[in-house]
């Protein structure tokens, strides 16, 4: 009998609105004045790295430092040397369980932490390592959380999906379940008049869930400060967007909501796309969406590492010219802000960093028993009786 698969037909790619589609290279954007190293200076995106949807885009020509650019190529670096050991570790079956790399996905995280403030809020799902490290937390901390170490960012309880700083809310497990969380967190933050935004963010693979556009219709309804993110990997677990979307333009998803669709593979239209976005909501103008057409080297999870989707010739393709960092990189070069030689210091200095973190978090001991009884409650808030014993016998960190 013939598979469902077999069964199934072939969906076409549903042609995107307007007559362009989005440009994904990493390497696109060209100089529109004079590259400088003390000052700012001009450069052009490519005409199509964005699209919109009842709103305009943001502009294409955008102001960078040499020293942002550096800053930038330096993080990105060591966010893809944190996530390659571990993978290592996964492999030597000292991390067990689910583990989410986002390999390839860069761009995202360092460009949306380059366009919000420490203040701003973030909450995303189990593809969560590069934020939390970003948001406040550590390399070390992230790797211990991973290995099940007292040392890790949720004292090795956690593990890979939740993973928490003071501005950054997780790592979520639940599919979708952190999109009316982030939500809520905007309700706060309008509730207490902070002119702060909220980017919460989710992939192609929970598009669909119910409550996503509950959030959509509450966070319209009452202009909620929030930005909507769809990391748009094109695969939901292994499934392409096309066999599972009916409409895959992520952006236009928002019914009354406005979007905009940026390249996620170049960090400088990441970052001019979230600077846009959080403009909007911090001028009382409600929520929008934004979606990142980006895409993940490796599988869905570590335990399920062959699930690519492409073959080895079309993985290497596409990091010659779609990779966030060599784009980056060839940026830096051909501007004449650092030679290769500089760049390679920078790598070293990555592997040294992580490599110093991977020893530091092997090194933590692992949680005893009493540590099943912490972190129960958020200190402050603990009832005064738990189970008829006093509240100053139970520890709470």
């Not at 400088?268 to 403009?279: C, E, H, L, M, S």
């Not at 991977?358 to 409650?377: C, G, M, Q, R």
Request: charged fraction near 25%.
């Amino acid at each position: 009998m013939a598979s469902l698969a077999r069964l199934r037909p072939r969906l076409p790619r549903r042609l995107p609105i307007g007559l362009r589609s989005l440009q994904t290279s990493a390497d696109t954007t060209t100089l529109a004045d004079d590259a400088h190293h003390s000052k700012p200076f001009t450069v052009k995106l490519h005409e199509d790295s964005f699209r919109s949807y009842r709103t305009d885009s943001p502009s294409l020509e955008v102001e960078v430092t040499k020293e942002e650019l550096l800053g930038m190529y330096k993080t990105m670096t060591t966010m893809r040397r944190m996530e390659m050991a571990c993978d290592a570790l996964y492999k030597q079956k000292l991390i067990r369980g689910f583990c989410h790399l986002a390999i390839g996905q860069e761009a995202v995280s360092v460009g949306l932490e380059a366009g919000i403030t420490p203040d701003d809020k973030v909450i995303t799902a189990y593809r969560c390592h590069p934020f939390a490290v970003l948001r406040g937390g550590s390399i070390k901390g992230v790797v211990a959380e991973l290995l099940g170490r007292q040392g890790g960012m949720s004292h090795g309880k956690g593990g890979s999906m939740h993973i928490f700083t003071h501005s950054f809310f997780g790592g979520n497990g639940i599919v979708g379940a952190q999109v009316p969380l982030g939500a809520g967190i905007a309700f706060a933050q309008k509730y207490l008049e902070k002119p702060l935004a909220t980017y919460a963010m989710y992939g192609d693979g929970a598009s669909n869930q119910g409550q996503v556009f509950e959030a959509f219709n509450m966070a319209k309804l009452w202009d909620l400060p929030c930005v909507f993110v769809c990391e748009n990997n094109k695969y939901g677990m292994g499934t392409s967007a096309e066999r599972s979307s009916s409409n895959t333009e992520y952006f236009t998803r928002g019914d009354k909501i406005p979007g905009i669709q940026a390249n996620g593979m170049d960090i400088i239209a990441v970052k001019q796309a979230v600077q846009y976005t959080r403009d909007w909501v911090t001028s009382g103008k409600g929520p929008i969406l934004l979606e990142f057409v980006t895409y993940r080297y490796g599988g869905h999870s570590m335990s399920d590492p062959g699930t690519t989707y492409r073959t080895r010739e079309e993985i290497q393709r596409m990091r010659s010219t779609q990779d966030p960092i060599r784009g980056l990189a060839r940026y830096i070069e051909e501007w004449g802000l650092a030679s290769e030689e500089d760049l390679k210091k920078y790598d070293k200095e990555a592997k040294i960093e992580v490599d110093q973190a991977v020893e530091e978090a092997k090194a933590s001991p692992f949680p005893v028993e009493k540590d099943l009884w912490t972190d129960i409650y958020y200190a402050g808030t603990q009832p005064s009786f738990m189970r008829g014993r006093e509240r100053e016998e139970v520890h709470y960190y």
